[in-house]
């Protein structure tokens, strides 16, 4: 059982594979030894009579045989387990790799628990094939061939007999196989769907609640898990008969060579030290098909595992940045130009933006206004370079954006969206997440985003722990450790997602104040929601369906009364 994945990460670690090849070679041939000698001491000590003084040697030999088949198989376990972590440790750097490269507006349609669970527990399945599977696999494919080899010198009909029954087993792992791949892919979507939905519920818990449909989720995760045990079980009963059936043949194949050895013993065509070498080898032959069988499920698991990520890979072509991208470092607020820009997030619905052209002078604040579906996020994205246009180009200070180098490009911008993300630590670092930090420019930051009398008033000051997403803050108190990030990093760009609503008076005017100095000396981008902002702007853009619709300030647009002042009227009681 291979795939395609598997087999890259594999060529990835060529040393360890090789070692892992090289190790059970060697155990092989302490076999052997081991084998010959003990049937040498079988044949001296009870055929020729032999005392232990000449018996002694072969003794060694057999001490010393087991030795090295023992620190084989401790070898093989350990460079098994080291391939595992590596591969593993591979494929969750490509898969977070392609995450962020895919950016959050694509990964936003992926559940974010199946992703969880594959990174997580989904992972011990790729440990599993390479630290079992595998290692029994390279067992199989080494130690039956060297074991023949030594037999085809001894005895042909032994050879023979080993030869022909050695393919039986692939051939009804192969048989078994088919059947246990359907089951191992139906109960790993199971697993992979209730992990996923375990989370989402989690998440949701309080609107749950809220609703009254606790209860219900309760029920589908019951069912949910009992379907899981049920598939879980069938996998189990077929790698349970695939595991009978090795064992079967092995059997049968050893029984038959040891009446085909007997029978020649006893017309005295074959010699007894020969015939008990044979007998000694014939379980050493099917011993790894045997432990292949017990592995079997595992490399099931893997293969199951491999196929999707291989399928999360493959989900969606990450675009590329050009090869020689434009390095650059912004100093001054810069202009902005979309020139007939249109963007799509499927090509069977209606384009999210549609031939869209605007200018944004160096240092001009501008607002974007329009219903939710507007295509004003989709501006934003755009500049964060999270997709790429499908029409059209966007330029920076007469280059295109394209071009640019996208860390470089990043590195030019502050971000504050309508809701920040806060990490679990505390104050200073989810302050200085957005730069390079310098002695007191957290402060100072703090300072210009109204923060400091609030930090001062905590015991731990700027070293107090705030749990994931902002547990136990304020939604204000967050808006503001959002804003002192930007003033932190410091870049000539500014975007903002405004976010007033269900906040307090006294936040408001602090997060007013703390914007209007954020937004000094920058080229500003803020997607408005109060007619407040947009009153405030050098200039409003007004989209409507994908389309920019009216440009101008705010005073002007109402005097058209067109869309803007229908939009704003419709929110102030018909006043613009």
């Given at each position: 059982?291979?795939?395609?994945?598997?087999?890259?990460?594999?060529?990835?670690?060529?040393?360890?594979?090789?070692?892992?090849?090289?190790?059970?070679?060697?155990?092989?041939?302490?076999?052997?030894?081991?084998?010959?000698?003990f049937a040498a001491i079988v044949h001296g000590?009870?055929?020729?009579?032999?005392?232990?003084?000449e018996l002694w040697p072969l003794f060694a030999?057999?001490?010393?045989?087991?030795?090295?088949?023992?620190?084989?198989?401790?070898?093989?376990?350990?460079?098994?387990?080291?391939?595992?972590?590596?591969?593993?440790?591979?494929?969750?750097?490509?898969?977070?790799?392609?995450?962020?490269?895919?950016?959050?507006?694509?990964?936003?349609?992926?559940?974010?628990?199946?992703?969880?669970?594959?990174?997580?527990?989904?992972?011990?399945?790729?440990?599993?094939?390479?630290?079992?599977?595998?290692?029994?696999?390279?067992?199989?494919?080494?130690?039956?061939?060297?074991?023949?080899?030594?037999?085809?010198?001894?005895?042909?009909?032994?050879?023979?007999?080993?030869?022909?029954?050695?393919?039986?087993?692939?051939?009804?792992?192969?048989?078994?196989?088919?059947?246990?791949?359907?089951?191992?892919?139906?109960?790993?979507?199971?697993?992979?769907?209730?992990?996923?939905?375990?989370?989402?519920?989690?998440?949701?818990?309080?609107?749950?609640?809220?609703?009254?449909?606790?209860?219900?989720?309760?029920?589908?995760?019951?069912?949910?898990?009992?379907?899981?045990?049920?598939?879980?079980?069938?996998?189990?009963?077929?790698?349970?008969?695939?595991?009978?059936?090795?064992?079967?043949?092995?059997?049968?194949?050893?029984?038959?060579?040891?009446?085909?050895?007997?029978?020649?013993?006893?017309?005295?065509?074959?010699?007894?030290?020969?015939?008990?070498?044979?007998?000694?080898?014939?379980?050493?032959?099917?011993?790894?098909?045997?432990?292949?069988?017990?592995?079997?499920?595992?490399?099931?698991?893997?293969?199951?595992?491999?196929?999707?990520?291989?399928?999360?890979?493959?989900?969606?072509?990450?675009?590329?940045?050009?090869?020689?991208?434009?390095?650059?470092?912004?100093?001054?607020?810069?202009?902005?130009?979309?020139?007939?820009?249109?963007?799509?997030?499927?090509?069977?619905?209606?384009?999210?933006?549609?031939?869209?052209?605007?200018?944004?002078?160096?240092?001009?604040?501008?607002?974007?206004?329009?219903?939710?579906?507007?295509?004003?996020?989709?501006?934003?994205?755009?500049?964060?370079?999270?997709?790429?246009?499908?029409?059209?180009?966007?330029?920076?200070?007469?280059?295109?954006?394209?071009?640019?180098?996208?860390?470089?490009?990043?590195?030019?911008?502050?971000?504050?969206?309508?809701?920040?993300?806060?990490?679990?630590?505390?104050?200073?670092?989810?302050?200085?997440?957005?730069?390079?930090?310098?002695?007191?420019?957290?402060?100072?930051?703090?300072?210009?985003?109204?923060?400091?009398?609030?930090?001062?008033?905590?015991?731990?000051?700027?070293?107090?722990?705030?749990?994931?997403?902002?547990?136990?803050?304020?939604?204000?108190?967050?808006?503001?450790?959002?804003?002192?990030?930007?003033?932190?990093?410091?870049?000539?760009?500014?975007?903002?997602?405004?976010?007033?609503?269900?906040?307090?008076?006294?936040?408001?005017?602090?997060?007013?104040?703390?914007?209007?100095?954020?937004?000094?000396?920058?080229?500003?981008?803020?997607?408005?929601?109060?007619?407040?902002?947009?009153?405030?702007?050098?200039?409003?853009?007004?989209?409507?369906?994908?389309?920019?619709?009216?440009?101008?300030?705010?005073?002007?647009?109402?005097?058209?009364?067109?869309?803007?002042?229908?939009?704003?009227?419709?929110?102030?009681?018909?006043?613009?």
């Amino acid at each position: 059982m291979f795939q395609t994945l598997l087999v890259q990460e594999l060529r990835s670690q060529g040393r360890l594979a090789v070692s892992l090849v090289i190790i059970n070679l060697l155990g092989c041939l302490a076999i052997i030894a081991q084998a010959y000698a003990f049937a040498a001491i079988v044949h001296g000590a009870f055929l020729a009579e032999q005392g232990i003084g000449e018996l002694w040697p072969l003794f060694a030999v057999m001490l010393a045989a087991a030795a090295i088949r023992a620190g084989a198989i401790w070898a093989s376990e350990r460079l098994g387990a080291n391939l595992a972590a590596a591969i593993k440790t591979s494929l969750r750097r490509r898969i977070l790799t392609h995450l962020f490269s895919i950016g959050p507006v694509h990964l936003a349609q992926e559940r974010s628990g199946e992703l969880l669970h594959l990174l997580g527990d989904g992972m011990e399945g790729i440990d599993a094939y390479f630290s079992q599977y595998l290692r029994q696999l390279v067992a199989v494919l080494v130690l039956p061939v060297v074991v023949l080899i030594c037999v085809f010198n001894v005895d042909l009909t032994a050879a023979v007999i080993l030869l022909v029954t050695a393919p039986l087993i692939p051939c009804f792992m192969i048989l078994i196989g088919r059947w246990a791949g359907q089951l191992q892919n139906r109960q790993w979507k199971l697993f992979h769907f209730l992990g996923g939905h375990f989370l989402d519920v989690l998440t949701g818990l309080v609107t749950l609640k809220v609703w009254g449909r606790s209860r219900e989720q309760i029920d589908v995760i019951a069912r949910l898990s009992e379907q899981l045990r049920h598939s879980t079980l069938g996998v189990l009963r077929v790698a349970f008969l695939s595991a009978l059936v090795l064992e079967l043949l092995a059997t049968l194949g050893t029984a038959v060579i040891a009446v085909t050895v007997g029978l020649k013993l006893l017309f005295g065509q074959l010699a007894f030290q020969q015939a008990f070498f044979v007998l000694v080898l014939a379980p050493e032959f099917y011993y790894p098909f045997r432990l292949l069988g017990t592995h079997y499920h595992a490399g099931l698991a893997g293969i199951t595992t491999a196929e999707t990520i291989q399928e999360l890979l493959n989900e969606r072509k990450v675009e590329s940045g050009p090869a020689n991208p434009v390095h650059f470092r912004l100093e001054r607020a810069p202009s902005l130009l979309f020139d007939e820009v249109s963007f799509s997030y499927d090509k069977n619905r209606r384009p999210a933006l549609c031939s869209v052209s605007f200018s944004v002078e160096a240092g001009e604040k501008v607002a974007l206004v329009g219903h939710s579906g507007a295509g004003k996020s989709t501006i934003f994205d755009l500049l964060l370079r999270f997709i790429q246009p499908t029409k059209g180009e966007i330029w920076i200070n007469g280059q295109r954006l394209a071009d640019l180098s996208k860390q470089d490009w990043l590195s030019s911008i502050a971000y504050v969206p309508q809701f920040p993300h806060l990490f679990q630590g505390t104050i200073r670092d989810n302050i200085r997440f957005g730069g390079v930090d310098l002695p007191g420019k957290v402060e100072e930051a703090a300072a210009l985003s109204g923060l400091e009398d609030w930090i001062r008033q905590l015991p731990a000051g700027y070293d107090t722990p705030i749990g994931e997403g902002g547990g136990g803050i304020s939604g204000g108190e967050a808006q503001r450790i959002a804003i002192a990030r930007a003033f932190f990093r410091d870049a000539p760009l500014l975007l903002m997602d405004e976010a007033m609503t269900a906040l307090d008076p006294f936040n408001e005017n602090l997060i007013q104040e703390s914007i209007l100095r954020l937004q000094d000396r920058r080229t500003v981008l803020v997607i408005a929601h109060r007619p407040s902002t947009a009153r405030k702007a050098d200039r409003v853009l007004v989209f409507h369906e994908g389309s920019l619709v009216e440009s101008g300030t705010h005073a002007s647009l109402c005097n058209r009364h067109g869309f803007y002042s229908s939009l704003v009227g419709a929110g102030r009681g018909g006043e613009c």
